[in-house]
């Protein structure tokens, strides 16, 4: 493989960063958007102008207190009950929300699952759950607007990630593995498609106040541990502030880059931290 410039992959073939269309007036999709980053991805999109909302997720009391939070909506918010897991209905949703209200214009693929499973203590169903969901949710949202983004030559794509995929988890093995998959996939997607004109963003916050910290497990502990819980609304602001600059890491913990770039300079030390940082929280 050759060794490429250190651009921005999500930059044009020019150089330049490829900016997100603006979200006014735009039609938008969202995933996983029962509560958390995703509702408030919902949220900002509304406040921010968008002509048309389509949240979709697997639990529909959430989908209508969702609504019920947006009275003022006028029709521009859209519900509708999907497995990201099942690239049909993901498909079939993107289609008809373009039927009715025009292409789709930004795609927040926001929907993740938490396991707390290990590699040993973790059943084969909790890693395909995660797969299912962390990674093939996004890849089933990008096949279903692509087409129409490359045609128009404009869209954008955020992708939720974590600060577990530039770094790592204890504690959780499949959600550490799977979301380095979905910044991977976030990366491929802005070099291959952004001289084409689309915008993509792996968003990768590191501590978020959302029921994925219900539990006491040592994911839990560790990401408590490591910085501020910041809430849904900041961290989806960062995030789609930073697809509409054309960034491919949206970064709310700003300390995240400085530990990554830790970790590439010094491996073994980073490790050692790693290690030592887990065997103080009882790993």
């Avoid at 609504?67 to 859209?78: I, S």
């Avoid at 045609?151 to 992708?159: F, M």
Wanted: charged letters at 15%.
């Amino acid at each position: 493989m050759t060794d490429p410039s250190p651009a921005d992959p999500s930059a044009t073939a020019s150089g330049g960063p490829v900016a997100a269309p603006p979200v006014a007036g735009a039609v938008a999709v969202v995933t996983g958007a029962a509560g958390g980053i995703g509702a408030a991805l919902v949220a900002a999109l509304l406040a921010r102008g968008a002509a048309a909302v389509l949240a979709t997720d697997v639990d529909p009391a959430g989908l209508a207190a969702l609504v019920r939070t947006h009275p003022d909506a006028d029709g521009r918010l859209e519900t509708r009950v999907v497995d990201v897991a099942d690239r049909a209905a993901v498909a079939d949703a993107v289609a008809a929300l373009a039927a009715r209200h025009g292409p789709v214009d930004l795609a927040c693929a926001n929907a993740g699952l938490g396991t707390l499973a290990g590699v040993l203590d973790g059943a084969p169903e909790a890693w395909r759950a995660a797969w299912d969901v962390n990674v093939m949710g996004q890849v089933h949202v990008a096949a279903a607007v692509l087409p129409g983004m490359l045609d128009r030559g404009r869209g954008g794509l955020l992708l939720t990630a974590s600060a577990a995929g530039l770094l790592s988890l204890p504690g959780d093995a499949p959600y550490a593995v799977t979301k380095h998959a979905s910044v991977a996939l976030a990366e491929w997607l802005a070099l291959t498609h952004g001289p084409q004109g689309v915008a993509v963003t792996a968003l990768c916050p590191l501590g978020v106040d959302t029921g994925l910290l219900a539990t006491d497990a040592l994911a839990t502990r560790f990401v408590r541990s490591s910085g501020a819980l910041l809430p849904p609304a900041e961290v989806a602001a960062v995030g789609l502030d930073a697809l509409a600059r054309g960034e491919l890491l949206a970064l709310p913990h700003p300390e995240v880059a400085a530990m990554e770039a830790a970790r590439v300079a010094d491996r073994p030390g980073w490790l050692a931290r790693m290690r030592a940082a887990a065997a103080r929280l009882g790993g």
